[in-house]
């Protein structure tokens, strides 16, 4: 039973965010080590593991895994330690070298050049200033004395003085060192009580706060390994160039720029910082600094537009803007450590906020996902009056699918806003102005950009916005994904909801082959009745489609559209076109996208009749796996289907319980209508949320028939890597699944396949 919900009112919000962030200043010096510890943690934890397999005790492990951790540490500070002692020998030979350079840069400032004429004046000026503030200084007062000048001499410290200033000085650090490994070895030598006890502070949901903890750990991990990786691969070239421009100690500044990487913004420049002023004291002229400096831009501009990219991906899931305000943030906080740990505590911070709803707001403030889905992004530009960002938007969606899926899973969600909006009295006459023409200038923005060409057959569809302005705007999106799909449609020049004798007349004797009523009325059965009639009397042999925005699903299924006159109705772009195209009897044109056959199908085909899994005595197991995956993802029907050169096969099914363990596969649809031909084609996992608005099965008739709104799969493979069918889920309504959840399920189709591997590694043995 999941727990209620309760939101804090704002002030009681910013009181406890006041609270946490006194408490995160005063008490730094105990959560500083530890949240060093922590982090040390996530990556030592693996290590940690995989000496556990092995059967050693988890102390013993423990400890050895912080000896080698100190030792390394130790190691790299005992080599650093006397690389610098080495360059420090070298110091006067530095010294020389850089007077030489400075002697120079005074005999050029001292010849006459641009700024000589001011300089004098400056001289001048300062040696008036000198001479008024000396006369001043030499005529004291009448009746006072000159103060006399007095000199403090320090004495020099004895024994014990010198020995607590150098404890003053190592004393906080080797207490942070020591405190964050007592804290290491205690979060790795019991990891569990340390998560349970996060989880009761947490609080609420123990599924949602478990689940925050894996993501938040598994992020952090993945990050600070990646930037491990990262600064390798920056040291590693950094010491080689170095080495090769001859700078001294060229090992040190590589590794000490893989150290100094792991602070965000500053460690970068600080890194490179020690190469260039070396190679400014060791080189009389300036070749060496000009060419450290060349190196260290071309491997920061390889760094962060190749290497970070591509390895660090979306691993952090941070806004560019809330990682700068992170740093900001913690650095005030925690000082420079802060810095170093700022990223990953506001990972975990995101983590949280994403997974626990009382502190979602953590998410929006700090994710780097849109705040908004693109639907309301645009909803709210247009209701803004920026017409030029919502076709910016739109153009961006369209560049990644096509006008028409722009229209379907963006143009048609708008507009539904707009018309919820103005049913519920939210939105003013401003409001409704700025949609109409907004979105106005964005269909016409799309039909210029993504012009459709003009067949030369007479009118075949004309698409009329029947009741109100929305309408128009739904008639004239349909109209161009009619036309970008080969029909030779237009939407009416009319205001909407007007059939009139004028249209009628303009269309001549021949009118149009099929007429689109856009409704977003939720109750259009009147209006509907009355055009379909005039349309029909008119055109007898034309056929009316009803294009009801608001309305899909089952409720559209149930709607008695034989009573109203018209010939079908349907509720998105895609099966609007779909219809349009059936009913004007396009030769070639299925509305939907076969599943295809791979170059190595008959190989396939043959590993799955030599497989084994059409065996009648696995039906029992598969029905088994079929009801744990229905149960894990709480889902109507899972299966699990066989596809060979032209049928799709059931051998496991969660929906029939109860039945023999012992069956041949059931023969379902042919492979060309199965969306489980899609996956083996496709060699991997597939999920679609909604059936009804995909262009590839929106008019799939298998689907149809059988009410099919969702879909996921993921492929099965034999030991060989042969794809032999699927482990899918099924639902009757739109479904969302999430990337972990696609992951699992491809871990479960895994799991199917594991016996019959297992079989066919022992029958190749024997």
Same mark, same amino acid.
């Given at each position: 039973?999941q727990?209620?919900?309760?939101?804090?009112?704002?002030?009681q919000?910013?009181?406890?965010?006041?609270?946490?962030?006194?408490?995160?200043?005063?008490?730094?010096?105990?959560?500083?080590?530890?949240a060093?510890?922590?982090?040390?943690?996530f990556?030592?934890?693996?290590?940690t593991?995989?000496?556990?397999?092995?059967g050693?005790?988890?102390? +013993?492990? +423990?400890?050895?895994?912080?000896?080698i951790?100190?030792?390394?540490?130790?190691g790299?500070s005992?080599?650093?330690?006397g690389?610098?002692r080495?360059?420090?020998?070298?110091?006067?030979?530095?010294?020389?070298n850089?007077?030489?350079?400075f %002697?120079?840069?005074?005999?050029q400032?001292?010849?006459?050049g641009v700024?000589?004429?001011?300089?004098?004046?400056?001289?001048?000026?300062?040696?008036e200033?000198?001479?008024?503030?000396g006369?001043?200084?030499?005529k004291?007062?009448?009746?006072?004395?000159?103060?006399a000048?007095?000199?403090l001499?320090?004495?020099?410290?004895?024994?014990?003085?010198?020995?607590?200033r150098?404890l003053?000085?190592?004393?906080?650090?080797a207490?942070?060192?020591?405190?964050?490994?007592?804290?290491?070895?205690?979060?790795?030598?019991?990891?569990?009580?340390?998560?349970?006890?996060?989880?009761?502070l947490?609080?609420?949901?123990?599924?949602?706060?478990?689940?925050a903890?894996n993501?938040?750990?598994?992020?952090?991990?993945r990050?600070?390994?990646?930037?491990?990786v990262?600064?390798?691969?920056?040291?590693?070239p950094?010491a080689?160039?170095l080495w090769?421009?001859?700078?001294p100690g060229?090992?040190l !500044?590589?590794?000490?720029?893989? /150290?100094?990487r792991?602070? =965000?913004?500053?460690?970068?420049l600080?890194?490179?910082?020690?190469?260039?002023?070396l190679?400014?004291?060791? %080189?009389? @002229?300036?070749t060496?600094?000009?060419?450290a400096?060349?190196?260290?831009?071309?491997?920061e501009?390889?760094?962060?537009?190749?290497v970070?990219?591509?390895?660090? $991906?979306?691993?952090?899931?941070?806004?560019?803007?809330?990682?700068?305000?992170?740093?900001?943030? !913690?650095?005030a906080?925690?000082? =420079?450590i @802060?810095?170093?740990?700022?990223?990953?505590?506001?990972?975990?911070?995101?983590?949280?906020?994403?997974?626990?709803?009382?502190?979602?707001?953590?998410?929006?403030?700090?994710?780097?996902?849109?705040?908004?889905e693109?639907?309301?992004?645009?909803y709210?530009r247009?209701?803004?009056?920026n017409?030029?960002?919502a076709?910016?938007?739109a153009e961006?969606s369209?560049?990644?699918?096509?006008?028409?899926?722009? #229209?379907?899973?963006?143009g048609?969600?708008?507009l539904?806003?707009?018309?919820?909006?103005?049913?519920?009295?939210?939105?003013?006459?401003?409001?409704?102005?700025?949609? /109409?023409?907004?979105?106005?200038?964005?269909?016409?923005?799309?039909r210029?950009?993504?012009?459709?060409?003009?067949?030369?057959?007479?009118?075949?569809?004309l698409?009329?916005?029947?009741?109100w302005?929305?309408?128009?705007?739904?008639? *004239?999106?349909?109209?161009h994904?009619?036309?970008?799909? *080969?029909?030779?449609?237009?939407?009416?020049?009319?205001?909407?909801?007007?059939?009139?004798?004028?249209?009628?007349?303009?269309?001549?004797?021949?009118?149009?082959?099929?007429?689109?009523?856009s409704?977003?009325?939720?109750?259009?059965?009147?209006?509907a009745q009355?055009?379909s009639? &005039?349309?029909?009397r008119?055109w007898?042999?034309?056929?009316v489609?009803?294009?009801l925005w608001?309305?899909? $699903?089952?409720?559209?299924?149930?709607?008695?559209i034989?009573?109203? $006159?018209? %010939?079908?109705a349907?509720?998105s772009i895609?099966?609007?076109?779909?219809?349009?195209?059936?009913?004007?009897?396009?030769?070639?044109t299925?509305? !939907?996208?076969?599943a295809?056959?791979?170059?190595?199908?008959?190989?396939r085909?043959?590993?799955?009749?030599?497989?084994?899994?059409?065996?009648?005595?696995?039906r *029992?197991?598969f029905d088994?796996a079929?009801?744990?995956?229905?149960d894990?993802?709480?889902?109507?029907?899972?299966?699990?289907?066989?596809?060979?050169?032209?049928w799709? #096969?059931t051998? @496991?099914?969660s929906?029939?319980? @109860?039945?023999l363990g /012992?069956?041949?596969?059931? &023969?379902?649809?042919?492979?060309s209508?199965?969306?489980?031909?899609?996956?083996?084609? $496709?060699?991997?996992?597939l999920v679609?949320?909604d059936v009804?608005?995909?262009?590839?099965?929106?008019?799939?008739?298998?689907?149809?028939?059988?009410?099919?709104?969702?879909?996921?799969?993921?492929?099965?493979r034999?030991?060989?890597g042969?794809?032999?069918?699927?482990?899918?889920?099924?639902?009757?309504q739109?479904?969302?699944?999430s990337?972990? %959840?696609?992951?699992?399920l491809?871990s479960?189709a895994?799991?199917?396949?594991?016996?019959?591997?297992?079989r066919?590694?022992?029958?190749?043995t024997?």
């Amino acid at each position: 039973m999941q727990e209620p919900e309760t939101s804090l009112p704002l002030p009681q919000r910013l009181l406890a965010v006041a609270v946490v962030v006194t408490a995160l200043y005063f008490g730094r010096d105990l959560l500083i080590p530890l949240a060093l510890a922590t982090l040390l943690a996530f990556v030592l934890a693996p290590l940690t593991d995989r000496i556990r397999r092995l059967g050693v005790p988890r102390a +013993v492990t +423990v400890t050895v895994v912080v000896a080698i951790t100190l030792g390394a540490l130790v190691g790299l500070s005992l080599f650093m330690a006397g690389h610098v002692r080495v360059l420090g020998k070298e110091l006067p030979t530095y010294q020389r070298n850089i007077a030489a350079k400075f %002697d120079r840069f005074r005999v050029q400032l001292r010849t006459p050049g641009v700024f000589s004429e001011a300089s004098r004046v400056i001289d001048a000026v300062e040696s008036e200033i000198e001479q008024t503030q000396g006369e001043f200084d030499d005529k004291p007062a009448t009746g006072t004395r000159r103060p006399a000048r007095v000199e403090l001499v320090p004495t020099t410290p004895g024994a014990f003085e010198t020995v607590g200033r150098w404890l003053e000085r190592i004393g906080p650090p080797a207490a942070l060192f020591g405190t964050t490994l007592i804290y290491l070895f205690l979060v790795l030598l019991n990891p569990g009580d340390l998560r349970d006890r996060l989880v009761s502070l947490l609080g609420g949901s123990v599924h949602r706060t478990t689940d925050a903890l894996n993501d938040a750990g598994q992020r952090v991990s993945r990050y600070l390994t990646m930037q491990l990786v990262v600064n390798l691969c920056y040291a590693v070239p950094m010491a080689a160039g170095l080495w090769l421009i001859g700078i001294p100690g060229a090992l040190l !500044w590589g590794l000490l720029s893989a /150290v100094l990487r792991f602070i =965000p913004y500053v460690g970068s420049l600080v890194g490179a910082a020690f190469p260039l002023m070396l190679a400014f004291a060791v %080189d009389p @002229g300036w070749t060496m600094v000009a060419w450290a400096l060349a190196l260290i831009v071309v491997l920061e501009l390889i760094s962060n537009n190749i290497v970070e990219p591509w390895l660090y $991906g979306s691993s952090t899931g941070l806004s560019a803007m809330s990682l700068i305000v992170a740093a900001t943030f !913690w650095t005030a906080l925690w000082g =420079p450590i @802060g810095l170093v740990l700022s990223t990953p505590l506001t990972v975990c911070m995101l983590v949280i906020g994403r997974h626990l709803p009382q502190l979602a707001f953590l998410d929006v403030m700090l994710g780097s996902r849109p705040a908004l889905e693109l639907p309301s992004r645009m909803y709210q530009r247009l209701l803004a009056g920026n017409s030029a960002d919502a076709i910016e938007l739109a153009e961006e969606s369209v560049a990644g699918s096509s006008p028409r899926q722009f #229209y379907e899973d963006v143009g048609i969600p708008v507009l539904r806003m707009a018309t919820v909006d103005h049913r519920l009295q939210e939105a003013s006459a401003e409001h409704r102005h700025r949609i /109409v023409s907004g979105m106005s200038a964005v269909i016409d923005e799309l039909r210029v950009r993504h012009a459709a060409e003009r067949p030369q057959a007479p009118l075949e569809a004309l698409c009329i916005g029947s009741r109100w302005t929305v309408d128009t705007l739904g008639a *004239g999106m349909a109209a161009h994904a009619l036309a970008l799909d *080969g029909v030779a449609a237009m939407a009416a020049p009319t205001a909407a909801g007007a059939v009139t004798a004028e249209l009628i007349a303009s269309l001549g004797s021949e009118g149009a082959k099929v007429f689109v009523l856009s409704y977003f009325s939720p109750q259009p059965q009147e209006h509907a009745q009355y055009f379909s009639r &005039r349309l029909k009397r008119r055109w007898p042999d034309s056929k009316v489609i009803l294009a009801l925005w608001n309305v899909e $699903g089952a409720e559209l299924a149930a709607l008695p559209i034989s009573d109203w $006159g018209v %010939d079908a109705a349907v509720g998105s772009i895609n099966a609007l076109v779909t219809e349009v195209c059936a009913r004007l009897k396009r030769e070639g044109t299925v509305g !939907w996208t076969p599943a295809q056959y791979g170059a190595d199908d008959a190989q396939r085909v043959q590993a799955l009749r030599d497989s084994g899994v059409l065996d009648a005595s696995l039906r *029992g197991t598969f029905d088994s796996a079929a009801r744990r995956a229905a149960d894990i993802f709480d889902v109507p029907v899972a299966m699990i289907t066989l596809i060979d050169e032209q049928w799709q #096969y059931t051998h @496991g099914d969660s929906a029939k319980a @109860g039945r023999l363990g /012992v069956g041949e596969p059931e &023969r379902g649809p042919q492979r060309s209508d199965s969306m489980c031909g899609h996956v083996v084609a $496709g060699g991997a996992a597939l999920v679609v949320p909604d059936v009804q608005r995909d262009p590839r099965f929106a008019a799939n008739p298998a689907l149809i028939e059988n009410a099919i709104r969702f879909y996921a799969g993921a492929p099965l493979r034999d030991a060989e890597g042969h794809i032999l069918g699927t482990l899918c889920l099924l639902d009757t309504q739109p479904r969302t699944m999430s990337l972990r %959840d696609a992951k699992l399920l491809e871990s479960l189709a895994d799991e199917v396949m594991v016996p019959l591997r297992n079989r066919t590694r022992a029958a190749g043995t024997a």
